[in-house]
Structures are given as C-alpha cells and as structure tokens.
C-alpha cells in the first residue's frame, strides 16, 4: 500500500551542526512533498515544501531535496539549533492534492 | 502561531458513544483536512473537505464522518467509539490544494 517511512527514527546532532534527516516515499505518483516540524503538545508545523518538477528548494536554513528515480526525500538543517529539536515529518500528497499521507517520523536531538 | 482553533482540547468517552470534534479554520482558508494521529506514530489522513464536500477519504469506516459549514469551519463525528479511537485529532486549513497547510494543536480523545 501507499507508505511514507522514515530511514532514521531517531537522530543526534551537537548544536551548530547540520541536520539530514531522510525519507523514502513509495508512491511514484505523489506529486507535493512537505516536511513537518511538530514539537510537543503541538500540531504538525509546515517546514518546506516541493513539487515533483523540482529537485531542491532551499527556505531559511533548510534545504529539501528530491530524487524521483529512488523516491527519496531529505531535509537538510544548517546551524542545528536547540529549537530545532522535535519531531519531523515528511509527507507526500497524490496527483489531485486531496490526500496526504505521513511518514513516521524522525526525533531530533540537538545537544548544546 | 496559527489561526486554526479546534474544541474540545481533551475529551474522554466511554466506548460505543459518539463524539463530535470541532475545527475553525485560518480565515479565507476553504479546504480543511482531518488527520488522526496515534502515540508516537505520524498523522493519518482521514478526509479533506473542499468549499463543503469531502473531496478525498482515507482508510477509515463509515462511522467517521465530516461537515464543512459555509464559513468553511469543520466538524468531525465519529460514531460507535472504540478503545483504538483513542488519538489525537487534528485538523489543518489550506487555501485549496499544494499549497502550506495550517495545523490546529489538535484534540486529545481518550476512549475507556
């Protein structure tokens, strides 16, 4: 079935350090990827996104990249913070953009 | 911190009863999406409404059911509750499809 997982449940980085947390996506036809930052007792908080005709977009301090041909999601954080530690999600949305499915999760860890 | 609100924050109820969870999206948002998201697992999608009709379900049973109101505020009924209904209960506002969706900080459902 339809699946969004996560290579890494748990990652720990020192403060300063970049982040990479990946995510493999299992339906070639999603065409809207997004990371999500959800930290706790809160909802999912939008990141970053990207459209399947693109391979990297970069926002402030993070960069998304996409590869199609292994289906293959990352985030990448420069200059990890402490603020950056929570949970993060990706997740795909089908052609259509009605449904969105999340991966597990990653929990980041930043050390000071 | 966004503009989407969802009541009741906490709710117990005993299994086989109804509940009825209640989103207000972020102004000017017409597309509100359901999500159920278990302990330590990621968010599961339940259904998206578009300008008033479910326009995408996820895999759950009929007893999950919806309403978007023309001021684009959302309901979500569950019927026949049970113990695996226990989760947390979110919903996030967009305006329309692709583009950054606005998540609510959820309402927690216990199920005894």
């Known amino acids: 079935g339809e699946s969004v997982g996560l290579h890494l449940p748990t990652l720990s980085v020192q403060e300063g350090d970049n982040s990479i947390i990946n995510c493999a996506y299992s339906?070639?036809?999603?065409?809207?990827f997004i990371w999500y930052k959800q930290e706790s007792g809160k909802g999912p908080q939008f990141i970053i996104d990207?459209?399947?005709?693109?391979d990297k977009r970069q926002g402030q301090r993070v960069t998304v990249l996409l590869n199609k041909t292994v289906k293959h999601l990352s985030l990448q954080i420069a200059a990890t913070q402490p603020g950056d530690s929570a949970v993060y999600f990706c997740?795909?949305?089908?052609?259509?953009?009605?449904?969105?499915?999340f991966g597990a999760g990653t929990r980041l860890f930043v050390k000071a | 911190e966004t503009g989407v609100t969802q009541s009741p924050t906490h709710l117990i109820k005993t299994r086989g009863q109804q509940v009825t969870l209640r989103c207000s999206s972020q102004s000017g948002h017409n597309t509100v999406s359901w999500y159920q998201q278990a302990l330590g697992q990621g968010p599961q999608f339940i259904f998206q409404y578009y300008r008033e009709e479910e326009n995408g379900r996820g895999n759950f049973p009929p007893r999950f059911s919806g309403l978007q109101f023309p001021n684009y505020s959302s309901e979500l009924n569950v019927n026949a509750l049970e113990l695996d209904d226990s989760a947390l209960y979110l919903c996030a506002s967009s305006l329309g499809s692709y583009t950054e969706a606005f998540f609510g900080q959820g309402t927690r459902l216990t199920v005894v």
């Open positions: 990207i459209r399947s005709n693109m």
């Open positions: 339906n070639s036809a999603s065409d809207y």
């Open positions: 997740a795909e949305t089908n052609t259509g953009g009605f449904k969105t499915i």
